[in-house]
């Protein structure tokens, strides 16, 4: 499982004309479903992106949680962290997971997050969607859940 994550002042993500999810100071979560995943995955991933120091403290080094800052989180499913571009210059998406197992842990992770208290927005899973943001820092940060 791969998390492409960006420290966010805002984001917001649009589908169908509508926004159906919006955050200020916290995380934007491109989460991607690889083949074979499973629940393990998703305690690595949850646990990691919970307590990654990546939130400045008052000394301005990045030592902070996005638990610590009270921020919230924007989860949009993104199956082209799967990509492979080794062969000529047309992706293969391969191995990204089947649309319904990888929709059963994408709403598995979402669950999750909720569980531990912080609040989580979230885009609408295989839709096509407008993503907008301000990245902070810039911080942006791939999690891939088979480096653990």
């Known amino acids: 499982m791969k998390a492409l994550l960006q420290r966010v002042s805002n984001a917001q993500v649009e589908a169908e004309g509508k926004i159906v999810g919006s955050i200020q100071n916290g995380l934007l979560v491109f989460l991607c479903v690889v ?3 499973s629940f393990s995955d998703i305690d690595y991933l949850v646990k990691k992106i919970l307590a990654l120091r990546i939130f400045e403290d008052t000394q301005g080094t990045m030592n902070c949680s ?3 800052v009270q921020g919230a989180l924007l989860v949009v ?3 082209t962290l799967s990509a492979s571009t080794r062969k000529g210059n ?3 998406f391969s191995a990204a997971e089947a649309t319904d197992q990888a929709k059963v842990l994408y709403e598995r992770f979402i669950k999750d997050l909720r569980n531990s208290g912080i609040p989580v927005q979230e885009g609408i899973f295989g839709a096509s969607m407008a993503v907008s943001l301000v990245n902070e820092g810039p911080v942006t940060i791939m999690l891939d859940s088979r480096e653990s």
């Open 77 to 79: 499913s993104q199956f």
């Open 66 to 68: 996005v638990t610590d």
């Open 90 to 92: 047309r992706p293969s």
């Open 35 to 37: 083949k074979n995943d």
